[in-house]
């Protein structure tokens, strides 16, 4: 069973490295929580592949940073459409 969690860990990072993505869209893909991808890629992939390690690790820093950009724009969003339904009633 060991194994196997290691190669989710090398999987996990090869997918988010390679794709930029984000720890949930990782997380949705492999069908796995967030916290386990992020245990993944934060501690098991550090000691198994270091070089891959710092890749993802640049990856979710740049993530992390536009976070809260990505949240304003869904927000805004999610009330441009509310708007637009409450004109097309009328």
């Known amino acids: 069973m060991k194994g196997i969690v290691e190669e989710r860990a090398v999987e996990l990072g090869k997918y988010i490295a390679e794709n930029k993505a984000t720890v949930r869209s990782a997380a949705k893909k492999f069908g796995i929580s967030k916290s386990t991808v992020h245990i993944d890629v934060s501690q098991r992939l550090r000691k198994l592949?270091?070089?891959l390690?710092?890749?993802?690790r640049e990856v979710i820093e740049v993530n992390k940073a536009q976070r809260h950009i990505r949240g304003g724009m869904a927000t805004k969003e999610k009330y441009l459409q509310q708007e637009n339904i409450l004109h097309s009633d009328g």
């Not at 390690?53 to 993802?56: E, F, L, M």
């Open 53 to 56: 390690y710092n890749a993802v």
């Open 49 to 51: 592949n270091p070089q």
